[in-house]
């Protein structure tokens, strides 16, 4: 498994990251929490990723109300092993309680993680969503001083704009953001900021929860225990004319190439040489498999190209 530096954070990280978000839960959606893989399948597709080399996993503490966190901790005292660890806060963990980037609020969260995990030092943090409510400074100053405490190693944001990147002036160490060919903005102003600033950058949801395997048809009921048939909001918007023209031709080049949709949809996004790495999250650890292979597959400029025009820039889906 290739491993690139993750920008200015002195951490290296594998290529493909296994996301989290399926452990427990859906994401920090409280309505679906304990839906999600329970611990015994997320150990599974724990133990699948370790053996191809994907060594960095990616959690939030609010992931299945702090199931997620709970169950790669077991997973590391059971296997006595050491992934690296990117954990985040923003989103309240329960009906009624608090939320956001407030500075004694990220130190009660570092803390709490910390203890789901298992863990003395979280290796890479991030703010989960911008904080409207905290001024920028106040959550930069606190996550700085959690460096210097040596609770966390470094941290980033996700769901930053590029004025937010422009703000920070280069305090992020990288951006974590939805990328794939349903949702190419970060390429027009964000990517840009990264690769000038010498930022990381690692996406999520390449396949777009789903709609880029090809599995949802026009007019037809989502698959019961596919993202849109658990928590469709997110991508109800993607439900378009363009956006169904978009995957017609996505399937006759795939067609065309002998290779599955997916697999076009993951070397899309790693041909960006702007990206560290990519997030996966995988419901079964035989998914993993098409991640891995997609690596080998190389995107010349023209497909490249070719296949972003493919698609018009679409909604950003949430984790």
């Given at each position: 498994?290739?491993r690139r ?17 399926g452990?427990?839960?859906?994401g920090s ?5 304990g ?7 997320a150990?599974a597709i724990?133990?699948?990723a370790?053996e191809?080399g994907i060594d960095?996993?990616?959690t939030?503490d609010?992931y299945g109300?702090?199931r997620?966190?709970q ?7 059971s296997?006595?092993v ?5 954990t985040?806060t ?7 309680e ?5 500075p004694a609020r990220?130190r ?15 290796d890479?943090?991030?703010t989960h ?6 001024s ?7 996550l ?10 470094a941290?980033?944001g ?5 004025d937010?990147?422009?703000q920070a ?8 953001n939805s990328?794939s060919l349903?949702?190419?903005g970060d390429?027009?102003?964000v ?6 600033r ?5 996406p ?5 929860g789903?709609w880029?395997t090809g ?11 596919s993202?849109m048939g658990?928590?469709?909001?997110p ?5 378009r004319d363009?956006?169904w023209?978009g995957?017609e031709?996505?399937?006759?080049w795939t ?18 040489s702007r990206?560290?790495?990519m997030l996966i999250g995988p419901?079964?650890p ?9 690596m ?9 190209a070719?296949?972003?025009?493919f ?6 889906p949430r984790?």
């Open positions: 498994m290739e530096a993750l920008g200015r954070t002195g951490t290296s990280v594998s290529r493909l990251i296994l996301g989290c978000a452990f427990g839960g859906f959606d409280f309505d679906l929490a839906r999600g893989e329970d611990d015994a399948q150990a724990m133990d699948a370790w191809y960095t996993f990616d939030a609010a109300g702090g997620s966190e169950a790669i901790g077991k997973w590391i005292r296997r006595g050491q992934p690296i660890l990117t985040k923003f989103h309240p963990m329960a009906p009624g608090d939320r956001g980037l407030g990220i009660r969260q570092v803390e709490s993680s910390l203890g789901r995990l298992g863990v003395d030092r979280i890479l943090y991030l969503e911008p904080d409207p409510e905290t920028l400074a106040e959550t930069l100053d606190v700085d001083e959690l460096v210097a405490e040596g609770k966390i190693g941290y980033g996700s769901h930053l704009t590029a937010l990147l422009e002036d280069g305090r992020y160490g990288w951006v974590q990328l349903l949702d190419q390429a027009h102003d990517l840009p900021l990264v690769e000038t010498g930022l990381g950058y690692t999520y949801s390449p396949l777009s789903g880029l599995k949802y048809r026009r007019g037809a009921t989502p698959p019961a225990e993202r658990l928590r469709p909001g991508y109800e918007e993607l439900d363009d956006v023209q995957i031709q996505l399937r006759r067609n065309d190439h002998g290779i599955a949709m997916a697999n076009a949809a993951y070397a899309w996004v790693l041909a960006d990206v560290t790495a419901r079964r035989e998914q993993l498999a098409s991640a891995v292979w997609s080998e597959l190389d995107l010349s400029p023209d497909d490249h070719l296949l972003a025009s698609f018009t820039p679409a909604v950003t984790p």
